[in-house]
């Protein structure tokens, strides 16, 4: 009788697709998601240990104008998409090399927050190769289905952010997405959220670009 190891048998590891990826030989997009919130690490692997090179979570959006009341929702669709944009900013000032994405045994749903992170990534401006009809639906990235009006009061601040790089790119592109279903995209008021972040974000993404990331289509949900 062969006695799986403890991982396996609590859910946390699947060493089979874990081995396929060190096969690899490349560092790993690892991403996770709590009870709480939406995680993500780049890492490489050295002999018999892993190291983590870069850290982004839900929970700092916060420091970018995520507003507190919405703390339960930092697990949502549009957290996902917002640490996807937070970790690809990342890379791209690092200059890491090509990753591979390891979303360990989290189910791969169609429209789902796996693929809401990698639009995120997409967005800021690494080459992702994805099925777009994968990507959740505009509405549901911009956070509608959160809240009617929490997206209002973004967009009175946008010209108070004075931080330079990435660090504003990533507040930008939270204003833009959140403020198009609160403010009319005729009127005056409306214009500066009229660019989209994904534009914006490739205006403003450094010129070092990296590698393709391949996944796998999965199976659409049911």
């Known amino acids: 009788m062969k006695i799986l190891k403890k991982r396996r ?3 946390k590891t699947d060493y089979v697709r ?6 690899s030989e490349l560092p790993r997009i690892v991403f996770r998601k709590t009870n709480r919130y939406i995680t993500s690490q780049y890492v490489t692997s050295e002999e ?5 090179e870069i850290t982004a979570n839900s929970k700092m959006l916060f420091k970018y104008g ?3 009341e919405l703390s339960g929702s930092l697990k949502s669709i549009s957290a996902s998409y917002l640490t996807g944009f937070l970790m690809g900013k990342k890379m791209l000032k690092e200059k890491k090399e090509t990753p591979i994405l390891d979303f360990g045994m989290y189910r791969v749903l169609w429209g789902g927050r796996i693929f809401a992170f990698i639009k995120g990534l997409k967005d800021a401006g690494i080459n992702v190769k994805c099925d777009e009809e994968a ?7 911009h956070g509608k289905n959160l809240r009617k009006d929490f997206s209002a009061s973004f967009a009175r601040r946008i010209w108070y952010f004075s931080t330079k790089g990435f660090d504003q790119l ?3 592109a939270f204003l833009l997405t959140s403020s198009q279903s609160a403010v009319s995209p005729f009127s005056n008021s409306a214009r500066p959220f009229l660019i989209t972040a994904s534009y914006i974000a490739q205006s403003f993404s450094l010129t070092t670009r990296l590698g393709v ?5 999965p199976f659409s949900s049911t």
């Open 135 to 141: 990507f959740p639906k505009d509405e549901t990235i």
């Open 213 to 217: 990331i391949t996944i796998c289509r």
């Open 9 to 11: 048998i609590q859910g």
């Open 18 to 23: 874990r081995l396929n990826l060190l096969k």
């Open 170 to 172: 990533l507040r930008l």
């Open 66 to 68: 995520w507003p507190k």
């Open 48 to 52: 018999t240990q892993d190291r983590v």
